[in-house]
């Protein structure tokens, strides 16, 4: 299978728990890239801390396992050095959107070059289920044992005001949807942002009886629908899905490039 | 485009967790977790080659080769 020729396959079998949906979001990140027939040493994976992030250490591309928080800030160094490389951003929902939030917005509002991936499971996995800023009212969490009473952000609706030109959310359910958004979202010019409902079984689903990683995946499949459908119209409540904003709009590092030109203009 | 013709269910048996995603999400429910927990294809003949089940595996573990694929 080409995909194995992408992963560390020493590091396999990976370490996430039985049925965690981040390992989805890897079987769709590889297939993606396979269509994309890119060479190995064009992609740069960067993540920062998380169950979410390990993700880095089991493909075979470049990769950077950075701090919490951070990758984003990492990704612009290596994307403003090396701006002909794909540099894929792969992330927690805490990780992208509680302590590291302000990257978030800001790589958005910049419109630079990188795919950032939201693996959003609505908890903090890797440190044992505290709530998160995607958790929303009414979740049970380590930290909220009674129940949170905090709303959610909505990814899609904060990437696209923060400015980000390219904007999708899919699930771990639906991987032909998955792996095509993200194979647009690395061929996009400008900061992608891809939402990924993903299941924890071990904290999540426990805490909420959400029922196991399967029970989760039918909840993703019958409580999203495409957006704009009439099922939408019926049924405010569902999640929407597919492709919310694509839009050209100059990128950060080519403005950067002109700014250089400009300072050396007679000089030599 | 000629049907594609099932080879073999590839599993790895290493790699699996029998989380039984596959096994739920089969459209011809073709497979089954064995006594420790591991997938194996109990219907084989009933396989559409779909892949579904190796797109939604979380451990790549399971494989579908097909003739069309060589
Ligand atoms: C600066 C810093 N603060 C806190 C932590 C502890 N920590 C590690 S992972 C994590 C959150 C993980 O949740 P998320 O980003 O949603 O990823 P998941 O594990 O759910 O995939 C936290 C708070 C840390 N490693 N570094
Ligand atoms: S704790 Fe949750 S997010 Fe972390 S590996 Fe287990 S199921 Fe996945
Ligand atoms: S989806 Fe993968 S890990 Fe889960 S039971 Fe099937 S082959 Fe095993
Ligand atoms: S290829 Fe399709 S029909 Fe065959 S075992 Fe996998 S999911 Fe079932
Ligand atoms: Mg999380």
Redesign the interface.
């Known amino acids: 299978?080409a995909?194995?020729d992408f992963?560390r396959e020493r590091f396999?079998?990976?370490i996430?728990?039985?049925?965690?949906?981040?390992?989805?979001v890897?079987?769709?990140l590889?297939?993606a890239i396979e269509k994309l027939g890119m060479s190995k040493n064009e992609i740069v994976v960067i993540s920062g801390i998380g169950c979410s992030s390990r993700i880095s250490g089991y493909v075979d591309f470049h990769t950077l396992h950075t701090i919490h928080g951070r990758a984003l800030a990492f990704a612009t160094g290596v994307k403003m050095s090396l701006p002909e490389l794909n540099v894929i951003v792969p992330m927690g929902d805490g990780d992208a959107l509680a302590i590291g939030g302000n990257h978030f917005i800001h790589a958005a509002r910049r419109n630079i070059d990188l795919t950032a991936i939201v693996m959003n499971n609505r908890i903090y996995g890797m440190t044992g289920g505290q709530y998160s800023p995607l958790s929303g009212y009414g979740i049970l969490a380590t930290t909220a044992p009674y129940m949170n009473i905090d709303y959610a952000f909505d990814t899609v609706e904060l990437a696209t005001a923060a400015g980000a030109s390219f904007v999708a959310r899919s699930t771990?359910?639906h991987?032909?949807q998955l792996?095509k958004i993200l194979r647009q979202a690395i061929l996009h010019e400008g900061f992608s942002v891809v939402e990924v409902l993903s299941q924890c079984p071990t904290y999540f689903g426990r805490k909420n009886r959400a029922g196991?990683?399967?029970d989760m995946?039918e909840y993703f499949k019958n409580h999203t629908t495409p957006i704009g459908s009439k099922a939408k119209k019926d049924h405010p409540d569902l999640i929407e899905r597919g492709v919310f904003v694509e839009k050209e709009m100059s990128e950060y590092c080519s403005e950067y490039d002109k700014i250089i030109e400009k300072a050396m203009k007679g000089r030599t | 485009m000629a049907k594609p013709k099932l080879k073999a269910h590839v599993i790895n048996r290493e790699w699996c967790k029998g989380c039984g995603i596959c096994v739920h999400f089969c459209p011809k429910n073709v497979l089954e977790l064995d006594d420790t927990d591991k997938v194996f294809a109990a219907r084989r003949s009933d396989c559409i080659c779909c892949k579904m089940c190796e797109l939604r595996c979380p451990d790549l573990a399971i494989e579908i080769e097909t003739e069309q694929d060589d």
């Open positions: 299978m995909i194995k992963i396999f079998p990976h996430w728990c039985p049925g965690c949906g981040h390992g989805i890897l079987n769709s590889l297939r771990t359910y991987v032909q792996t196991s990683a399967v995946m």
